[in-house]
């Protein structure tokens, strides 16, 4: 298999990410389109999942339905008619979606409920997370008293950094870093009830938010697989790593190859690269309530 990357005629390319990329349709306007890359410890891998990009697209156009209420967002449509005419292809309009243009803040606003990844990591070094002063005791994967919100700075290059609210304080001002948390703790609270509607466990995701005509807007994408941390009710227990439904199926592989986490990105067998795909259809499906070959129908 072979990348795939992206093209729009017509539209200039403005920013490719790790899986990402963004196109200007107007002043106003970006058209947002997303790959079937996969980036694991901020390494894109040579080999696409098939439909990831589409499932990311259209997991997020429902999130941000879900999430309206809440306040502003950049989204728009990821409906094909609503597209620029040179996106309504097959291929693009179902990984496409059209967003108002944002000044981004540069941070990663990061939400958890339960003690997982390098939260549990820092817990066990620390007794805390993101300045938190968590109980003893603790065991991995166990819900926390209360989510709690634990930032860290956006990197163009390399990873980002966990940083305290202090930190984030001085960098954005404590004004909008309280609001920064506000809006997150909010979005996960509604995020988790309907994951846990649906038997899933929202672990711990990440949001954005950029300013859009002086208002505080949620940006990019939210509450996917590649953002988020969700696990099955059903399998959830204490005291180990739950199987999740993102890419942790990847990085636990890739992590048991021995790879030392710098590029090149080792080659993934056909059994990963299928499963990988089953757990982000999976998600989608679990969440919206949806069959994923009716959503293929959609573009």
Sequence with gaps: MTMVRSSVEGLELIHRGKVRETYLVDDERLLLVATDRL??????????????GAVLTRLSAWWFDVLDPLGPTHFISADPGDLP?????????????LVRRATRIDAECVVRGYLAGSGWAEYRREGMVGGHRLPPGLREADRLPKPIF?????A????DENITRDVLAEMVGSDLA???????????????????AT???????????????????LIDEVL????????????????????????????????????????????LPPAVIAGTRERYVTAYERLTGRRWQDAEGLA
């Design 178 to 196: 309280g609001k920064l948390e506000e809006r997150s703790l909010a979005a996960y609270a509604a995020g988790a009830a309907t994951a846990e």
């Design 85 to 97: 005419e040179v996106a309504r292809t097959p291929e693009l309009a179902g990984r496409s979606m």
């Design 39 to 52: 980036s694991a410890f901020d390494v894109v891998f040579g080999q696409p999942i098939p439909d990831k």
């Design 150 to 154: 634990t930032p860290s700075t956006k």
């Design 224 to 267: 996917t697989p590649d953002s988020s941390r969700f696990w099955d009710a059903a399998q959830y227990r204490p005291g180990s790593s739950p199987p999740s439904f993102d890419k942790q199926y990847v990085r636990d592989f890739v992590a048991a190859s021995g790879w030392t986490k710098e590029p090149p990105a080792p080659t």
């Design 199 to 217: 038997g899933l466990i929202l672990a711990d995701t990440k949001f954005e938010f950029g300013w859009i005509g002086g208002e505080l807007a």
């Design 156 to 159: 163009e290059v390399g990873h």
